[in-house]
C-alpha cells in the first residue's frame, strides 16, 4: 500500500462483508484501488478465515426472469458475504433487472460457476441480437459476451437449445480466467475449478460422471475422463447425483450387500472422485431412519463432507446424518412462505434451508456456492 492512511482503509473494509465494501469501490478511486488490490484480498481472507461456510443452493437447469431458480437453498448468516436473504432471490431479481424494458423475449441464467458467476442467455425477437453475459448475481458485476461467430456445428435457428456450461480455474486464490461450453447434450454439469463434470452414461448404457480439464495442457485421458461410478452393478436406493464439497465432487448412496445369511445390509457410503477414480471416504450403516422410510438423498454439505441431507415428501421431515458416526437429527417444524416455500432451521443456528415444494428427487438439479471471495470478471473469455 501506498500510505498508512490506505492501510487504515483497508483495516477497516476488510472487516465488512463482501455485499457491503463491494458498493464502497464507487465512493472514490482510491477505494476501488484498495479493494482491487492482493493486499486487501489477502488481509480479508486472513480475517475471515475461521468462516468455514457460506450460502449455497441446488438450482433447476432453465431458470428464467419470471421463475425462482432455486429449488433448494442453505441461507447462511454469515459475515463473509453478509446476505440478508436466499441465493435464489438474488439470481431472480438480477435476471428480472435483465430484462426491465422486455428488451428480451426471455433472460435465464443456464449454467453456475464455482467462484459465485452465473452464465445468463437472453434471447432476442431477433435470434441476431440474443446474448450472453457472465455475472455476479449479489455484487452486480457483469460482462456482455458477443456470441459471433458461432461455434462450429452449432445452428443460428438452434442456438437457444444448446446446453451451456461455464468452467474458471482459482490458483492461489487468483482467478485465472474462465471458459464458456457449449455442447448438444441434456446433461447438467458441476464446474469444479477448471473443470466440468457430467453425469452421463456409456456405450453400455451405465451411469458415469465425464470430465473435462478445459485449462490443461494434456491432451487425451489427462483432459477428458470417464469414471463409471462405483456401486455400478449392485443394488442401491437413491437416484445418482453428485454434489461439490472442499473442491471435489461427492457421491453418495445407499448400497445393498448380501449378508453370510442371504439377507441385506444396508451401507450408506460416500466417495470422493480423485484422479485415479472413486476413493470410499466413509461407509456407515444407516439403520431404519433410511431404509425403512421415504427419504430421498439431497446432498452432502459443500462446506462440511461429513454433514448429509435427506428430504421426506410424506413425512415432510428433513434428516441430517454426521457421516462420521451415523448420528441424526430429523427436523419436522417448519414455515410455509407467501411465496411457496418450507423453511426449516438447519443444525447450525445462523442457517436456515429453504425447499420449494415441487422438490422432488427425480429433478436434475445443479449446485451453486458462494465462495469465500470476490472474484471479478475479466473482460476475456476463452470458448470451446
Same mark, same amino acid.
Given at each position: 500500500m501506498?500510505?498508512?492512511t =490506505? ?8 472487516r465488512?462483508?463482501?455485499?457491503i ?15 482491487? &488490490?492482493p ?5 480479508f481472507?486472513?480475517l475471515?478465515?475461521? &468462516?468455514?461456510s457460506?450460502?449455497?443452493?441446488l ?14 437453498g ?12 436466499p441465493?435464489? &432471490? ?6 428480472? =433487472? ?8 426471455? @433472460?435465464?441464467?443456464?449454467a453456475?460457476s464455482?467462484?459465485g ?20 448475481? @449479489? ?13 462450429t456445428?452449432?445452428?443460428r435457428?438452434?442456438?437457444c437449445?444448446?446446453?451451456w ?18 455442447y ?7 464446474n469444479?475449478?477448471g $473443470? ?12 458415469? @460422471? ?11 485421458s ?8 462405483? =456401486? ?15 473442491g471435489?465432487l ?8 448380501t ?7 444396508e451401507?450408506?457410503?460416500v ?5 485415479e ?5 466413509s ?9 425403512g ?5 439431497m ?12 428430504? &421426506? ?6 434428516l441430517y446424518?454426521?457421516?462420521? $458416526? ?28 429453504s ?6 428427487e ?16 475479466? $473482460? ?5
Amino acid at each position: 500500500m501506498d500510505s498508512m492512511t =490506505d492501510d487504515i482503509y483497508a483495516l477497516v473494509l476488510a472487516r465488512l462483508p463482501i455485499k457491503i465494501f463491494t458498493g464502497f469501490k464507487l465512493v472514490c478511486k482510491q477505494w476501488k484501488l484498495i479493494i482491487e &488490490s492482493p493486499f486487501f484480498r489477502n488481509l480479508f481472507m486472513s480475517l475471515h478465515q475461521n &468462516s468455514a461456510s457460506s450460502s449455497w443452493s441446488l438450482m433447476s437447469i432453465m431458470s428464467t426472469d419470471y421463475v425462482d431458480p432455486e429449488m433448494v437453498g442453505y441461507y447462511y448468516q454469515c459475515d463473509t458475504w453478509g446476505l440478508k436473504r436466499p441465493l435464489g &432471490s438474488f439470481i431472480k431479481s438480477f435476471l428480472n =433487472d435483465k430484462n426491465l424494458n422486455h428488451k428480451y423475449v426471455q @433472460v435465464s441464467a443456464v449454467a453456475y460457476s464455482d467462484v459465485g458467476w452465473i452464465l445468463i442467455y437472453a434471447m432476442s425477437k431477433i435470434m441476431e441480437k440474443s446474448s450472453l453475459y457472465v455475472a455476479n448475481p @449479489v455484487s452486480h458485476e457483469c460482462v456482455e459476451i458477443f456470441i459471433d461467430p458461432l461455434p462450429t456445428g452449432v445452428e443460428r435457428s438452434q442456438f437457444c437449445f444448446w446446453q451451456w456450461g461455464i468452467a474458471t480455474r482459482v490458483e492461489n486464490d487468483i482467478l485465472l480466467g474462465y471458459t464458456v461450453v457449449v455442447y448438444n447434450q441434456k446433461w447438467s454439469d458441476t464446474n469444479l475449478n477448471g $473443470n466440468l463434470h457430467w453425469l452421463a452414461r456409456n456405450d453400455d448404457y451405465q451411469e458415469v @460422471v465425464l470430465s473435462m480439464d478445459f485449462y490443461t495442457n494434456s491432451t487425451g485421458s489427462d483432459r477428458c475422463r470417464v469414471s463409471p461410478f462405483p =456401486d455400478l452393478g449392485r443394488i442401491t436406493k437413491f437416484k445418482r447425483s453428485c454434489t461439490p464439497c472442499h473442491g471435489f465432487l461427492m457421491y453418495m448412496n445407499i448400497v445393498y450387500a448380501t449378508k453370510v445369511d442371504g439377507g441385506l445390509e444396508e451401507k450408506l457410503c460416500v466417495w470422493r472422485l480423485q484422479s485415479e477414480g472413486w476413493q470410499l471416504i466413509s461407509e456407515i450403516s444407516p439403520g431404519s431412519i433410511l431404509t425403512g422410510f421415504d427419504y430421498s438423498s439431497m446432498t452432502i454439505n459443500p462446506f462440511d463432507a461429513k454433514t448429509a441431507y435427506f428430504w &421426506s415428501t410424506e413425512q415432510k421431515s428433513l434428516l441430517y446424518i454426521n457421516l462420521d $458416526n451415523g448420528m441424526h437429527v430429523i427436523y419436522n417444524q417448519f414455515e410455509l412462505t407467501s411465496g411457496g416455500r418450507t423453511m426449516i432451521p438447519a443444525h447450525d443456528t445462523r442457517a436456515v434451508i429453504s425447499l420449494k415444494n415441487a422438490y422432488t428427487e427425480q429433478v436434475d438439479l445443479i449446485p451453486f456456492v458462494l465462495p469465500q471471495w470476490l472474484y471479478r470478471i475479466p $473482460n476475456t473469455v476463452r470458448r470451446v
